[in-house]
């Protein structure tokens, strides 16, 4: 069966009209009623009624409507696939971070890359690490540069680890940052990520504080943005050494250390098992890996 017919078909079903759906699909009435009649011939049964001016399905109309939707969204899947893959045989490679590794771990890495294989071209896809993650499932990248994900179907080799460091404003820290206790870090208000990374820090210093709950009264998804939450004396935050040491080397920001609490995560390289890859690919995940030793 024709896949323009099905989408018609999902159209007028999902309009409830068929002026409606001629006007969205550019067609005439007569047009949209002689391929709903099409498929009710090739089907044997009837599949739209009116109800008053509402066109309605059948059982075998939801039915068809059912499946056609799900036909549809493989199409658009397999488009999406056939658009990697040519991109693929093309000489492209597709990896997906997050912002903070692909401005600071990946250039020097894809400078050196780009100079030993000037004809293999990189495309980085950034994202949220859920995106990314959703990315890597989906197959519309090779492999990521991320924090380990969980999943049956992922290997994680770890890169490098990343130090993570409690910041606040000069003005909010207490007189001395050296030696703070975890009673100081349970009574201060924080700023933290959303989303993935940000509830797996706010794990992580819990943990660190015997499983004690930190008080956070602010979210920011944007890593720029609690930083500056942070300077602007909202909270105290959490933060990857690398993203904190400009703030931190400028005096914008404060590092406060918890006695005998170090805090840090793991960067890995993210593939999906038996998931195929190209030789430029390979080539690259080699440069990535010995460039993190």
Known sequence: MDSF??????????????????????????????LIGRLEGHYRVKLIAREGRTVVPTTAGQILHEHAKELMAAERRLEQDIDF??????????????????????????SRFKALHPDINVRVEIGTE??????LQNRRVEFACLHALQGDELINTPL??????????PDNAPADTSTVS???????????AGRRSGWR????LEQALGRSRIIVTHEVDDQEALKAAVR??????????????????????????????????????IQRMGAY????????????????H
């Open 201 to 204: 820090r706010r794990t992580m």
């Open 160 to 169: 490098y680890v990343e130090r993570l460091v409690i910041v606040t404003a």
């Open 130 to 135: 859920d995106q990314i993650a959703t990315l």
């Open 85 to 110: 893959a040519r991109e693929i045989d093309r000489g492209w490679v597709r990896i997906g971070t997050i912002r903070r590794i692909a401005s600071t771990f990946l250039p020097p890495i894809l």
């Open 232 to 269: 602007d004396g909202v909270g105290w935050g959490l933060l990857p050494q690398t993203l904190a040491e400009s703030d931190l080397r400028s005096g914008r920001l404060v590092e406060v250390c918890i006695d005998g609490i170090s805090l840090a995560q793991e960067v890995c390289l």
């Open 5 to 34: 017919n099905l989408r018609v078909f999902v159209e007028v079903v999902d309009r409830g009209s068929v002026a409606a759906t001629a006007r969205a699909c550019s067609m005439t009435v007569a047009g949209v009623s002689m």
């Open 277 to 292: 890859l190209t030789t430029g690919a390979k080539a690259l995940i080699r440069e990535i890996q010995d460039s993190s």
């Open 182 to 192: 975890a009673q100081e870090i349970l009574r201060r208000p924080f700023v933290m």
